[in-house]
């Protein structure tokens, strides 16, 4: 009998692999820093509606081969008392954060709620995906980011807007077009309580512009509500750093279809329907799922993840500004 040994170091594991003439045994000595690397991270879901949902079934499928394969569900947490989530058991938010084999949370519920959530998961030193938008008001999405930075965890916030196949025609069928003025008109049904002003709920819309056309300022702002109705119609004047002007309306009310209407004149052309594109196979929230566990593992280049967090903060400072002007119902900048 033949038997071959070998050690291999690197920094990352240590692997002794024993040949013999039929088979070949391989074991892995990793260190726990690189066990925790490779290991699964357990995840659990907060909030079961249309988002939690998805989020239990993605995990339950992961693409394969991805990254998105690391993650596995443990539970789900909810206000209310339900049964089993497409076989996942409901456990206590105490138990979530005490368990070890816990070390992520997705956090879906309204958005009135995703900052007390997301604090506590946090504190516990618990990575959190985050569906859009993080928090309420800039500020508190500045505070919980410092603390995923001091707790040495993932803060990541799900942005499938962007991961859309007409968004990423549109972002190639203007590269290079040097925009004159434009406009993005969402309409769409009233929203349930608890989704907050529309500049937040509707952060999806602004992040488009945003990552279209660069940073931008608040010029004016203004809010018209029929609460009887449900009826709300957001209108706001951006200005790009061009000095481009850029309008967004936010409307909502019942019978609105959900649309998004576009009218973007450049130098050399104009816009006015978002381009065809075809269906792709990895659902959004699939796509976002595995660029969130590569975050996770540690596969996000650096530079990346700063202008990531960077467009995040700067859209949220700007529905801040947005709220602001809307509710002095001065409307313009210039008078604040
Ligand atoms: P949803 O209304 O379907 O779900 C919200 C969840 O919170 C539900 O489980 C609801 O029952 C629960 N909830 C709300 N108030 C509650 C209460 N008082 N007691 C117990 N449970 C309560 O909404 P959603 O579409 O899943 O959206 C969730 C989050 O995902 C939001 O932040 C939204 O902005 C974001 N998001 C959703 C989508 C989408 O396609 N649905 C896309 C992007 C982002």
């Known amino acids: 009998m033949k038997v071959v040994t070998q050690l291999y170091h690197s920094d990352k594991s240590s692997t002794v692999a024993f040949y013999s003439h039929k088979r070949v045994i391989c074991v892995n000595l990793l260190s ?61 938010i105490e138990d979530a954060l005490r368990r070890d084999d816990i070390k992520v949370a997705f956090v ?14 946090l504190e516990a030193g618990k990575h959190v995906c985050v569906e859009y938008p993080m928090a309420m008001t800039y500020k508190t ?31 190639k069928d203007i590269a290079g077009k040097k925009l004159e003025e434009g406009s993005l008109h969402f309409t769409g ?14 952060i999806a819309r602004l992040t488009w512009l945003v990552d279209l056309f660069g940073e931008l300022s608040v010029t004016a702002a203004s809010m018209e509500e ?29 019978g609105l279809p959900r649309v998004k209407n576009i009218n973007f004149r450049f130098d050399s052309c104009t816009m006015t329907q978002l ?13 976002d799922l595995v660029l969130f566990s590569q975050k996770l593992l540690g596969q996000v280049p ?6 990531e967090r960077h467009r995040v903060l700067h859209c949220l400072e700007l529905a801040d500004r947005i709220q602001q002007l809307s509710q002095q119902g001065q409307g313009s900048a210039q008078d604040a």
């Open 32 to 92: 726990s820093r690189a066990i925790q690397k490779v290991d699964m991270f357990g995840s659990v879901v907060v909030g079961i509606g249309t988002a939690g949902f998805v989020r239990i079934r993605d995990m339950l499928a992961p693409l394969p081969s991805s990254a998105a394969e690391k993650l596995s569900v443990k539970g789900f947490i909810s206000r209310r008392t339900l049964e089993e989530q497409q076989g996942v058991k409901q456990i206590t």
């Open 108 to 121: 879906c519920t309204e958005n009135a709620v995703h900052e007390e959530n997301i604090r506590t998961f």
């Open 141 to 171: 999405a500045v505070d919980l980011w410092d603390l995923a930075q001091e707790k040495g965890v993932v803060l990541h916030e799900e942005h499938i807007e962007l991961l859309t196949a007409d968004f990423k025609q549109l972002k």
């Open 189 to 202: 049904g009233p929203l349930k309580p608890g989704f907050g002003f529309p500049a937040f709920s509707g």
């Open 226 to 254: 029929d609460q009887e109705n449900k009826y709300m119609k957001m209108t706001t004047q951006l200005m790009t750093k061009e000095q481009k002007p850029l309008t967004w309306i936010e409307e909502r009310g019942p």
């Open 275 to 287: 381009p065809p594109a075809a269906r792709e196979p990895v659902g959004l929230f699939m796509q």
């Open 302 to 307: 650096r530079d990346q993840l700063h202008a």
